[in-house]
């Protein structure tokens, strides 16, 4: 078959164009390609690096937890006796409360017998304060001794 010189040089520029569009895709494969293995390679490092420092927090934030609950037990608190206190005093505020709403409902002559009730609870209710307030003033002293131990430790570390 004839070919036109033409023709010819219309197919050889398209195909030189197909050519070059075919390398400018490969080229940009290729760069897109040492991106994410760079990236990755990179990211690899990041989480090797961020592995180390977490074991290594880990680590210390076990010590001190072990440091500390050796130091409450020889400090002798005692959690549960300041939950039940605690409880103690959350109940008896619910029962003024109840106590306070039936003396307003109540009528005049049985206001005075809620009353008295209301004064006696209101007398458990500060011993039972007077109690968590101490179980407080022993916990800041523990925790006066805990951060003088922490500060130690980390000194000697």
């Known amino acids: ?4 010189r033409r023709r010819h040089e219309e197919e050889l520029a398209a195909a030189r164009a197909e050519t070059t569009r075919q390398r400018t895709r490969a080229e940009k494969a290729e ?4 991106t994410e ?10 989480n090797g690096l961020l592995h180390a420092a977490n074991a290594r927090l880990t680590g210390r934030n076990k010590a001190l937890s072990d440091r500390l609950a050796a130091a409450q037990v020889a400090s002798g608190f005692d959690v549960t006796k300041a939950k039940q206190t605690a409880g103690r005093i959350a109940r008896l505020q619910k029962a003024v409360a109840t106590a306070r709403a039936e003396a307003a409902a109540a009528p005049a002559k049985a206001r005075a017998a809620t009353a008295g009730e209301l004064h006696r609870s209101q007398k458990a ?33």
């Open 1 to 4: 078959m004839f070919v036109t």
């Open 31 to 34: 760069a897109t390609a040492r």
């Open 37 to 46: 293995i760079n990236v990755r390679r990179h990211i690899g490092e990041q």
């Open 125 to 157: 209710r500060g011993a039972l304060e007077e109690q968590l307030l101490t179980v407080q003033r022993s916990n800041e002293v523990q925790a006066a001794q805990l951060r003088d131990l922490a500060e130690k430790t980390r000194e000697a570390v």
